[in-house]
């Protein structure tokens, strides 16, 4: 088939090159976001997706509203036949959902209903699921509500960060994704409505969601400094600074209260609203990332001192 992929981060990246290495499918266009500033320069930088398309001479449109007249037509002048879209980051208007053929199907990273929304790997591991996994669906009106295509389910290990987690799911839902469109192809898979049952939606983590909050359980402190690795990053304040924090690591010892610092030989705890917890990496004001007793020695952690 013709394909307009529609996608913009890293994690968008495998299903992209599994599409360009598929004998059966033709990448004839991507659809990004607009190239954006980054860097201390603030030079405009191409979205992943764009600059792996720029490697393979495919054409880049970057419309900065999916509902652009000039976008629309030149999408009905490549007159693809379905629209394979992971993690674009827009809204699509149904003037753009009904120029394929085939429709527009997403890649979303979770067993679905659970989880739509724009951060469903987050969600999954912050509320201590055991198991997640990606849909393929197609697109309608509502969000994330589409038929499926197909389903992969991936167990949740107990160390892993939504970063982690979401790296193994691009590679196998790009798997998932190239079968859904072979079947699509064929005329041998049938999307199947989403049961009314069982939905919940991931809104996207902001900065204020990051913040650890140790009057709660360990286990949901741990949960929480997970599913935002890397994005946006756990933190707390410290003498009234914010310092961003990695993981965490639930250990039994003697209690403290909660936030309360100790500072041992070998490790940093910090106490919660049960046990306490271990810190990993902690990266101060205008400092680089280190190890939490390197951070406590250049401190000067008093007994006492409290994160909050």
Request: proline letters at 8%.
């Amino acid at each position: 088939m013709r394909l307009v992929f529609a996608g913009t981060p890293e994690v968008a990246l495998p299903s992209l090159r599994a599409l360009i290495d598929s004998p059966r499918h033709e990448v004839i266009a991507v659809v990004t976001r607009p190239d954006a500033p980054a860097g201390r320069g603030r030079h405009l930088v191409r979205s992943p997706v764009g600059a792996l398309a720029d490697e393979h001479g495919i054409e880049v449109l970057t419309p900065a509203k999916a509902s652009d007249p000039a976008f629309l037509e030149r999408l009905r002048e490549l007159a693809p036949d379905c629209c394979p879209v992971v993690a674009y980051g827009a809204l699509l208007p149904q003037k753009a959902l009904d120029i394929p053929s085939h429709g527009w199907v997403n890649l979303h990273f979770s067993v679905l209903p659970a989880w739509r929304g724009a951060a469903p790997v987050q969600a999954a591991v912050r509320h201590g699921d055991e198991i997640t996994g990606a849909s393929t669906f197609r697109i309608v009106k509502e969000l994330d509500a589409g038929p499926v295509f197909g389903v992969l389910t991936e167990a949740i290990r107990s160390e892993d960060t939504a970063g982690v987690l979401l790296d193994r799911l691009a590679e196998a839902g790009a798997g998932l994704l190239v079968s859904t469109l072979d079947g699509i192809e064929d005329d041998t898979l049938r999307a199947v409505e989403q049961p009314a049952d069982g939905v919940t939606y991931a809104a996207k983590i902001t900065t204020e969601d990051a913040r650890l909050d140790f009057s709660a359980p360990a286990v949901a402190v741990d949960r929480l400094a997970r599913a935002v690795t890397p994005d946006p990053g756990a933190w707390a304040e410290f003498r009234d600074e914010r310092i961003k924090l990695g993981p965490v690591k639930r250990v039994v010892a003697d209690s403290l209260a909660p936030g309360e610092l100790r500072v041992e030989r070998k490790r940093v705890l910090v106490g919660t609203a049960t046990d306490p917890v271990m810190l990993g990496e902690v990266q101060a004001p205008g400092k680089r990332r280190m190890a939490a007793t390197d951070w406590a020695r250049g401190a000067r952690v008093e007994p006492g001192e409290r994160l909050k």
